[in-house]
T-cell receptor, first 116, second 113 residues
């Protein structure tokens, strides 16, 4: 079974500051890991994904995440926050490989606020 | 490719009524998923289709919920005898395979009064 824990339901940073959103996962098999972003009243948009290739993954809008197996973590970072980054961010996990457990399990989300 | 479309965007219904939502996935995607999202929570898995076959259904889903995907194209999600606890955003997503990630629709917001 897979699960994710997002540490901090709300993170607030100043514009131009580092963004760090924390995610820890649990998986009984090698995982696929994802970060999604959700703007108000919209669906979820894929930011980036880890599928067992490079452990440092770069995504859209300047975000990146590093897969650390020893720490079971997949934290999302961005060097310099922009006002447009304000949104809800979801970490998610699924089982890798062709498996009947092919659904993605989402964390509870972290709301990112940007201070001017 | 117009993405994943969901209809309607908003639905207000009285408790006890039946409602049906529609999802049109990306045409070449053979996998289709339904999720439910309540305020302040992440999406919760409801059910999954591969082509027309419903391969998994959440144990949290009561018998009042049913989903279909005839001919492996669009899908419908029906809720019978709606309850106030059914109020949520219902999200549809499609995919070629799980490692591609999902493409989500904009969702249908259900309000049961």
């Amino acid at each position: 079974a897979q699960s994710v824990t997002q540490l901090g339901s709300h993170v607030s940073v100043s514009e131009g500051a580092l963004v760090l959103l924390r995610c820890n996962y649990s998986s009984s098999v090698p995982p696929y890991l994802f970060w999604y972003v959700q703007y108000p009243n919209q669906g979820l948009q894929l930011l980036l994904k880890y599928t067992s290739a490079a452990t440092l993954v770069k995504g859209i809008n300047g975000f990146e995440a590093e897969f650390k197996k020893s720490e079971t973590s997949f934290h999302l970072t961005k060097p310099s926050a922009h006002m447009s980054d304000a949104a809800e961010y979801f970490c998610a996990v699924s089982a890798s490989g062709y498996s009947s457990a092919s659904k993605i399990i989402f964390g509870s989300g972290t709301r990112l606020s940007i201070r001017p | 490719d117009t993405g994943v479309s969901q209809d309607p965007r908003h639905k207000i219904t009285k408790r006890g009524q039946n409602v049906t939502f529609r999802c049109d996935p990306i045409s070449e995607h053979n996998r289709l998923y339904w999720y439910r999202q309540t305020l302040g929570q992440g999406p919760e898995f409801l059910t999954y289709f591969q082509n027309e076959a419903q391969l998994e259904k959440s144990r949290l889903l009561s018998d009042r919920f049913s989903a279909e995907r005839p001919k492996g194209s669009f899908s419908t999600l029906e809720i019978q005898r709606t309850e106030q606890g059914d109020s949520a955003m219902y999200l549809c997503a499609s995919s070629l395979a799980v490692d591609y990630g999902y493409t989500f629709g904009s969702g249908t917001r259900l309000t049961v009064v």
